[in-house]
């Protein structure tokens, strides 16, 4: 279990001196970060099928994005290990690039009906392992995260929501997934992947952007 200080930073302890917080702020810590996942934090993580993903570049520079996909498609290898796949994006490779160039990764996963939410902070690296990539059908690599420290959060402010439905686009036992509608815009036909030329046609021809847009008004992507 992680102390206090080596769990804030120094200017995270001087914000909660002034904010009279201290006493709160080591009681949170010895009650709920731990630095390995228990029966708790594996049961939430292996019944969610999205979470939020934060990385950082060399330059320190944040982004976050959302992974999605089965219920269960974040394995928990272990009390401080667990993969998650990557499936196909749209070719900007921010969060993989940050992971192979800085390696710390936040995970927050929530649930907004209950609601709840745990936090996972880690030290992740890419794998391209034949077999740990044969796990997850249709992608094309795995995150292995080092599980660093691990804890639920006070869920008071999550707005409350209902599932519509889950993501069409998730790869199925087999890999396969609908071809995306963006991938049909006219202008970017010649600098899709190899694997996507041509494809455009066989899914009813090239699109405009305002078209695009169109489809995305009515939930398609």
């Known amino acids: 279990m992680p102390t206090p200080d080596a769990f804030y930073t120094k200017s995270q302890r001087a914000l909660q001196k002034e904010g009279k917080h201290e006493g709160l702020s080591e009681v949170?810590?010895?009650?709920?970060?731990?630095d390995e996942l228990e029966e708790i934090h594996t049961e939430y993580i292996s019944s969610r099928d999205y979470f939020f993903l934060?990385?950082?570049n060399g330059k320190g520079e944040p982004t976050v994005s959302y992974k999605g996909g089965e219920v269960g498609f974040v394995k928990v290898l272990s009390s401080n290990r667990l993969i998650f796949p990557n499936y196909d994006g749209n070719g900007m490779w921010l969060s993989m690039g940050n992971i192979d160039e800085a390696a710390k990764i936040g995970m927050l996963f929530m649930d907004m009906v209950t609601p709840w939410r745990i936090?996972?902070?880690?030290?992740?690296k890419l794998s391209r392992d034949a077999d740990m990539i044969a796990q997850f059908p249709g992608s094309n690599m795995v995150v292995d995260v080092a599980v660093d420290v691990v804890f639920q959060n006070c869920a008071r402010y999550?707005?409350?929501?209902?599932?519509?439905?889950?993501?069409?686009?998730?790869?199925d036992a087999d890999g396969k997934q609908p071809y995306p509608a963006w991938k049909r815009i006219d202008p970017i036909q010649p600098f899709l992947h190899p694997d996507d030329q041509g494809k455009a046609a066989?899914?009813?021809?090239?699109i405009t952007e305002e078209e695009y847009l169109e489809k995305v008004a009515k939930g398609i992507s």
């Open 54 to 56: 934060s990385t950082v």
């Open 119 to 124: 936090r996972v902070q880690g030290t992740a």
């Open 158 to 171: 999550i707005h409350k929501h209902t599932r519509v439905e889950s993501s069409p686009y998730v790869p």
């Open 28 to 34: 949170v810590v010895h009650a709920i970060v731990r």
């Open 202 to 206: 066989q899914e009813g021809g090239t």
